[in-house]
């Protein structure tokens, strides 16, 4: 079934946050975010990631008998498979973390494999879309987005972009200015 159809009506947007910061980069990058999209109309739902308790995988490759529970697991990755259900798509939201996703949000990606066991189709294709926002201390993202512009291939997912913060660690953390490449990025969502 074609969730995502791109420019033909409002989306469900899904935005894992994966920085702890409530004030923070990553946060001001998905309030920006969110103006776009919500302005074209779309419906935007933010998890803060760090508010709930999910373990990492334990690779066991038992998920996949309960589709109301597909991971082995019971914790609040429960939350996250609920939301997945109806999002199209998917916004992934993080500080740059030795180049790479934040341990948090990489904890949720790799707890996603669990909907692929109960069935391929319901992490692979869908018609999903898939977006990247950085915010990082430094000026070094291109790792991470060859990870996700990877990750958008495998998964076939559209890829919507990226958009990012630079230089994080020389600015005041409490007068950050308005992150336009993250609300282009939501504006584009159509
Ligand atoms: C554990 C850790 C690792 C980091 N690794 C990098 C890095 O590899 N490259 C970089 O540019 N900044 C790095 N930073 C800086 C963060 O990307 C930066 O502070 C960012 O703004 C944090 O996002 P936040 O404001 O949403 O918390 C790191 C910070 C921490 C705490």
Redesign the pocket.
Known sequence: MLLYSGGEGLANILVLNG?A?PR????AMISAFCKGAEEGGNNVSVINLSSLKIHSCIGCLKGGKDSLHPCAIRDDMDIIFGEMKTAEVIVFAT?????SYSGTLKNVIDRLWALAECDRSMLIGKGRAGALLV??????PELLYEHFDYMMTRLAWKNLGHAEILH??EQDINNIPFCESAYRLGKSIK
Not at 24 to 27: K, L, Q, R, Y
Not at 95 to 99: A, D, G, I
Not at 135 to 140: D, K, L, P, Q, T
């Open positions: 920085s910061r923070g980069f990553t946060a500080p740059l973390f030795f180049w915010a990082a201390g430094g000026s070094h994080t660690d």
